[in-house]
């Protein structure tokens, strides 16, 4: 295998679920499009952001990746074998190398089981007998994890959100992965928590050289986080850039107007950022608009927007590696006030 090529290669990853209906019951009346043609990659031991409202296809996508859900169409690739619809025979040895954090602590560890049954079950799944013994292998990763490895005979009730989330971070390095798709693994916690799980999720990346798949709404964290960041919006990849590069020169519309809505702290004599609001609400994933699926809510629509899709390609102007998806990218310049809308409602 050649040492250029990613750990993780997804190329026009689909997933659409069946809507059952009319006479009969169970036939197809019709399809959710979730997620809609992903293309992107993920080199060993990087971090990969992925970003964008409630509803866009966020967490679907990192289902597919573990393949937890089947995808429609498009293509899986880890470290270059098609793992796309591999069957569980074929998938059992990459099983361990691809973990996952879910974003509900609370649901995601079983009630009846103490915290060493948790995290010791993957290993018993794969039949992995670390030196020294499972128990031993537990108590070191709660230790990594910041928890006391006394806590091995305790159940999850006894403990609080953001311990909870650190039990399911020792759950996820038990087989020593070499990706971790994080389910927004922060936003059901405390502000106040969330610090302290993310800079413990920084420090396994940089210590194991983990490769990550952080999924997230919340724009700072991600920035923190992430090398690089993909924005999604209704089931697509509208941007992706190196982290910096995407933050600092955002090129997409929907892309400019996430981050205007970021919350920062300023001096008095320094103007706020003009904060672009909105017009509508997220179309429908059951009937997505044609072409641009920005397009109804977007200040530069025309009508080319609706006829054509726009490619995710690199524009004049862009870094390599920085593509975006839109016929009228932003240019750097601040976005004029008379972009914004009168509208009361909340921005994004």
């Known amino acids: 295998m050649s040492s250029t090529t990613p750990l993780l290669d997804v190329s026009g990853l689909t997933k659409h679920f069946p809507i059952k209906g009319g006479f009969p019951i169970r ?5 959710v499009q979730a997620v809609d043609g992903l293309d992107f990659q993920v080199g060993e031991g990087e971090s990969l952001g992925l970003v964008g409202e409630s509803g866009c296809g966020k967490s679907t996508t990192g289902r597919l990746i573990t393949r937890l859900l089947e995808p429609t169409a498009g293509k899986v690739s880890y470290q270059g074998k098609d793992i796309t619809h591999a069957n569980r025979k074929q998938l059992a040895p990459i099983r361990s190398e691809i973990q996952m954090i879910f974003q ?10 103490t915290v060493g049954k948790i995290v010791s079950g993957p290993m018993e799944i794969n039949n992995v007998n670390p030196a020294g013994g499972r128990e031993k292998r537990v108590r070191e990763l709660l230790e990594i994890v910041g928890l006391n490895p006394e806590h091995y005979n305790r159940f999850p009730h006894e403990f609080s959100g953001g311990q909870r989330q650190r039990i399911g971070v020792a759950r996820a390095l038990a087989l020593e992965p070499k990706l971790i798709v994080a389910d927004e693994p922060v936003s059901a916690l405390d502000v106040s928590i969330q610090a302290q799980v993310v800079n413990l999720l920084q420090k396994v990346q940089q210590e194991l050289g983990i490769a990550f798949v952080f999924i997230a709404h919340d724009l700072a964290v991600v920035r923190h986080f992430s090398q690089r960041v993909a924005v999604m919006y209704l089931g697509k990849i509208v941007e992706i850039a190196d982290r910096d590069d995407l933050y600092g020169n955002p090129r997409h519309p929907y892309t400019r107007a996430l981050l205007s809505a970021v919350p920062e702290a300023t001096v008095d004599e320094t ?26 809510r977007c200040w530069k629509a025309t009508e080319k927007c ?8 690199q524009v004049e102007g ?9 016929h009228y990218p932003e240019t750097a310049e601040a976005v004029p006030a008379a972009r914004l809308s009168k509208d009361p409602e909340p921005a994004i």
């Open 27 to 31: 036939r197809t009346v019709g399809h």
């Open 104 to 113: 509900d602590p609370y649901a995601s560890l079983n009630p009846r089981q």
């Open 271 to 296: 103007p706020a950022r003009d904060r672009i609001r909105l017009q509508g609400d997220v179309p429908s994933p059951i009937n997505p608009p044609s072409g641009c699926r920005f397009r109804t």
């Open 306 to 313: 609706a006829t054509e899709a726009p490619p995710l390609v």
């Open 318 to 326: 862009n870094k390599p590696g920085h593509l975006t998806a839109c």
